[in-house]
């Protein structure tokens, strides 16, 4: 077991309306990442948090957008939701930024845009 | 920009048999690669990781890759298949900005035969 959490574990949302998915990093974690998985597909990085600022963003809208607490914590927004917004999302979290650092996944979350 | 490309989608493989799971790497500067395996309706969990210390790397449940600069390949093996080994595969580079960010291929399917 990593230690890291996601809530909810599954969802289920309207075209259009604004979600909000959270991540409880393992003890110790002050990185996180979120990434997207598509059915089918690997996970793609969204965007990374280190000590509460965002240091790093994949090749997503701003409509996607992040918040790191001082507890090291994370929630992943994503306003005006549409269909092909449907995926996995992934959490992840580190010590500390590095190459030799692992990153532990949660078990993630289902979105899925109705 | 670093990617992977991961050969075959699905792989069939009889209990006992030998597992291989190929991996190509694109990277301008020497690469950190990993492989992980994800069961269903979990998250991720990190099977090995290269990171220019020595080309053969071994991982956890008999798994093992080796680097091969000449090929650009990571390719993953495990000499004896389990049943537990059904799973999905990604293989990973990570980025050598200050994001260090993780990049996927598309994953294979592994299915093990009685």
């Known amino acids: 077991e990593t230690g890291v959490t996601q809530s909810p574990t599954h969802l289920i949302k309207t075209r259009g309306q604004q979600v909000t998915l959270r991540c409880s990093s393992q003890?110790?974690?002050?990185?996180v990442s979120w990434y997207q998985q598509a059915l089918g597909q690997g996970p793609q990085f969204i965007f990374q948090?280190?000590?509460?600022?965002?240091?790093g963003r994949g090749n997503f809208p701003p409509r996607f957008s992040g918040l790191q607490f001082p507890n090291y914590s994370s929630e992943l927004n994503v306003n005006a939701l549409e269909l092909d917004d449907s995926a996995l999302y992934l959490c992840?979290?580190?010590?500390?930024?590095?190459?030799?650092?692992?990153?532990?996944f949660g078990q993630g979350t289902r979105l899925t845009v109705v | 920009a670093q990617s992977v490309t991961q050969l075959g989608s699905h792989v069939s493989v009889s209990e006992g048999a030998l597992v291989l799971l190929r991996c190509n790497y694109s990277s301008s500067v020497p690469p950190y690669l990993f492989w992980y395996v994800q069961y269903p309706n979990q998250g991720l969990q990190l099977l090995l990781k290269y990171t220019s210390a020595a080309t053969l790397v071994k991982g956890i449940n008999g798994f093992e890759a080796e680097f091969k600069k000449s090929e650009t390949s990571f390719h993953l093996t495990k000499p004896s298949a389990h049943m537990s080994d059904a799973a999905e595969y990604f293989c990973?580079?990570?980025?050598?900005?200050?994001?260090?960010?993780?990049?996927f291929g598309a994953g294979t399917t592994v299915t093990v035969r009685a």
């Open positions: 948090y280190y000590r509460e600022e965002e240091n």
């Open positions: 003890s110790g974690h002050n990185t």
């Open positions: 992840a979290s580190r010590t500390k930024q590095g190459w030799n650092t692992e990153a532990f």
């Open positions: 990973a580079v990570m980025g050598v900005g200050g994001d260090y960010k993780l990049s």
